[in-house]
């Protein structure tokens, strides 16, 4: 295994697949953020593995949305998103709310929250939120929101992204 610092490109910068490998050794959960689109009514959403928890009082999180997103403005113009926490067999579900364009909630069985936004059937937990802030930070906006209500959805192990892959998380004895 290679030690020793990440190789700089000519200009200064760092190797950016050096930097995705090296991240990408810091398992990550994943969740699907959902939403009524304000325009069409019809449910919105994307998936991220940048979550948070931010503070306790007040009640914040907070996920990351690249600058492309074509679909964080849809979620974003509602005033309640919801943070689903999705389950380790829910890769298909993932792999559908990170696809670019299409019906992203073709298939897909949910209910409503109290917020009335997409609680994905087998999420583990759902998280109602209201956006309080975004930061531009480099190629994705860091986002902010305060929570409003959550509760437990479903049993099982999280959905977990870790070294470029999507697997689950043994519980110990």
Not at 79 to 97: D, R, W
Not at 108 to 133: H, M, R
Not at 137 to 156: K, N, Y
Request: aromatic share 6%; hydrophobic share 45%.
């Amino acid at each position: 295994m290679p030690n020793g610092p990440i190789p700089q490109s000519a200009n200064g910068h760092l190797d950016a697949l050096r930097f995705r490998q090296v991240l990408g050794r810091f398992a990550t959960g994943v969740v699907a953020i959902t939403a009524l689109d304000p325009a069409t009514g019809g449910p919105c959403g994307l998936a991220a593995n940048s979550f948070t928890s931010v503070s306790l009082e007040p009640p914040l999180v907070a996920f990351c949305v690249a600058h492309t997103s074509t679909s964080w403005p849809r979620v974003r113009d509602a005033e309640v998103v919801t943070v689903n926490v999705l389950a380790e067999h829910q890769q298909p579900v993932c792999a559908q709310m990170a696809a670019r364009g299409g019906d992203k909630f073709a298939g897909l069985k949910w209910t409503g929250s109290p917020g009335g936004n997409p609680v994905l059937d087998g999420a583990l937990a759902w998280i109602d939120c209201v956006v309080e802030a975004e930061h531009p930070a480099g190629d994705h906006v860091i986002v902010v929101a305060r929570v409003l209500q959550l509760d437990l959805h479903a049993d099982g192990g999280p959905l977990v992204f870790f070294r470029g892959g999507y697997g689950g998380f043994v519980e110990p004895a």
